[in-house]
């Protein structure tokens, strides 16, 4: 009789032994490093993609007037405060006059004494003219000498003289007063435009320099978001495009806007795009200067074509493409990107066709030889 070259204890170990090398492999290719790739996939369609711009900005005034005074000196009275409306020509404060209201009344005293100087040098004007005259016709009469005639023309001529001297004091002391009441007037803080009081930068009593702001007003027709658009997605940017507006202290209200201009300089340093967005109609209340806005701009639709969800889309190295799937697995295919929407879809211009089946997620990096097994959601995504 042949014996086998096993003794039963070998064959008892093996019987153990196999079944579990055979799970180790099930495991090992099941969920281990050999295991598939459990990926999501999305197959290829053709829509008109509506690309859009979105951009963060700050709510800010077009029209931003500071009041102050054009010379040195002390706040005596200020009328308005944060908050409230002012009208073109309205006098919100005033500047301490000091002594200008006692300078003002002796240039009106050398004025008064100017005009009593001028009535007496033209009485003396009138009766040199009249001796003048007389002497003339004395002297054609040879009743008088020609010194006493040439005596009388030098009296008038010294009265006209003095008269003219007179004429020019008195356009001195006008200009000089006419200096001081525009200084007095210049004393006066007076609303240019009709506004909003927006900052109040000093009390009465303060002490303030020539052109330091005292009072700023906006003009609240004139608010505007000043929005910054990244330039690698800031192709077709111009003005006029409709807007959608939304001031982060009013989570889910839009409001209508429009690009008013593109501003020629941009930011070399964050690489963004700046533009002025206008709001259509006036948010009730206003919001506060310095916000921050998200503004979203609608661009013209394209052509239907090829479109994948952005998140489908990879990058290896230098080339731009996407995990096809092939019979057996995945291939990582090249492909040619045009314009993008705010739903996450992008086009497709070359690489891929209608109907063509791409992985979107992958629970792991995938490789050229990756095994995949396709599920509808990626096992632990979310947590």
Same mark, same amino acid.
């Given at each position: ?71 040195? !000196? ?6 308005? &405060?944060? $908050?409230?409306? /002012?009208? +073109? %020509? @309205? ?40 001796q003048a005259k007389r002497y003339e016709q004395l002297f054609a009469a040879n009743l008088t000498s020609e010194e006493m005639l040439a005596a009388k023309r030098q009296e008038l001529q010294i009265?006209?003289?003095g008269l003219a001297a007179l004429h020019e004091d008195q356009s001195r002391i006008t200009a000089d007063r006419g200096a001081l009441a525009a200084q007095q007037r210049n004393l006066q803080l007076?609303?240019?435009?009709? !506004? ?6 000093? &009390?009465? $009593?303060?002490? /303030?320099? +020539? %052109? @330091? ?103 290896? !190295? ?11 697995? /995945? ?53």
């Amino acid at each position: 009789m042949k014996r086998f070259p096993f003794s039963g204890r070998a064959l008892a170990l093996l019987a153990v032994i196999l079944p579990l090398l055979g799970l180790f492999i099930f495991v090992a290719l099941r969920s281990g490093p050999l295991a598939p790739v459990a990926v999501t996939v999305t197959t290829v369609e053709t829509a008109a993609v509506t690309p859009s711009l979105f951009g963060l900005g700050v709510v800010e005034s077009r029209h931003l007037v500071s009041i102050g005074p054009t010379a040195a !000196g002390r706040l005596q009275r200020l009328e308005v &405060d944060v $908050g409230d409306s /002012v009208q +073109a %020509g @309205q006098v919100i404060g005033g500047m301490d006059p000091v002594d200008l209201e006692q300078r003002l009344l002796a240039q009106d005293a050398a004025f008064r004494r100017i005009q009593a100087q001028l009535r007496e040098a033209r009485a003396r004007q009138t009766y040199a003219q009249a001796q003048a005259k007389r002497y003339e016709q004395l002297f054609a009469a040879n009743l008088t000498s020609e010194e006493m005639l040439a005596a009388k023309r030098q009296e008038l001529q010294i009265t006209d003289a003095g008269l003219a001297a007179l004429h020019e004091d008195q356009s001195r002391i006008t200009a000089d007063r006419g200096a001081l009441a525009a200084q007095q007037r210049n004393l006066q803080l007076t609303a240019p435009v009709n !506004g909003l009081v927006v900052a109040r930068h000093a &009390d009465p $009593g303060a002490t /303030v320099v +020539a %052109g @330091q702001a005292v009072i700023e007003v906006i003009d609240p027709a004139g608010l505007w978001v000043n929005a910054r658009f990244d330039q690698v997605t800031a192709a077709g940017l111009r003005a006029g495009l409709p807007a959608r507006i939304e001031l982060r202290s009013r989570a889910g209200q839009v409001l209508a806007g429009r690009v008013l201009r593109v501003e020629p300089m941009a930011d070399a340093v964050t690489e963004e795009t700046r533009a002025k967005v206008l709001f259509l109609t006036l948010p009730a209340p206003l919001p506060p200067l310095g916000e921050l806005a998200e503004v979203t701009l609608a661009l013209p639709s394209l052509a239907a074509t090829p479109v994948l969800p952005n998140a489908a889309v990879r990058r290896d !190295g230098r080339e731009t493409g996407v995990w096809k799937v092939v019979e057996g697995g /995945v291939r990582f295919t090249p492909v040619q990107l045009g314009a993008g929407d705010l739903e996450g879809r992008v086009q497709v211009l070359s690489g891929v066709a209608r109907g063509d089946r791409v992985v979107v997620y992958s629970a792991k990096a995938l490789k050229a030889d990756s095994r995949i097994t396709i599920v509808e959601r990626i096992p632990g995504a979310g947590k």
